[in-house]
Nanobody, 125 residues
């Protein structure tokens, strides 16, 4: 089970930190990802982190602004979001992937076995 939290309403240029707490399985066995889905659009890849946290991947639009990290001792993955823009407005979902490891694979929704419920991020201009 994945439980995402930390979303909210923020002005452009502001920051938010999303958290995703995992339970029920061995967290360190899974690569973790964050995806977003804006109203009327498909779910899109944001960032991913491999099992041991040594490798991280980002979509181009968030590079330099967002940072994904994980704490395997706390079974939690984070998404630090800085310099937020109105176009970042979306529901953000965390997901867990067993076995996937490449940037290409981890950017695909089909690589993920489990999904959280989503947390709304709204950035006002």
């Amino acid at each position: 089970q994945l439980q995402a939290s930390g979303g909210g309403l923020v002005q452009a240029g502001g920051s938010l930190r999303l958290s995703c707490a995992a339970s029920g399985r061995t967290f360190s066995d899974y690569a973790m990802g964050w995806f977003c889905q804006a109203a009327g659009k498909e779910r899109e890849f944001v960032a991913a982190i491999k099992r041991n946290g040594a490798n991280t991947y980002y979509t181009d639009s968030v590079k330099g602004r967002f940072t994904i990290s994980r704490d395997n001792a706390k079974n939690t993955v984070y998404l630090q979001m800085n310099s937020l823009k109105p176009e970042d407005t979306a529901v953000y979902y965390c997901a867990a992937s067993y076995g996937a490891s490449s940037h290409y694979t981890l950017s695909r929704t089909g690589a993920y076995n489990y999904w959280g419920q989503g947390t709304q991020v709204t950035v006002s201009s």
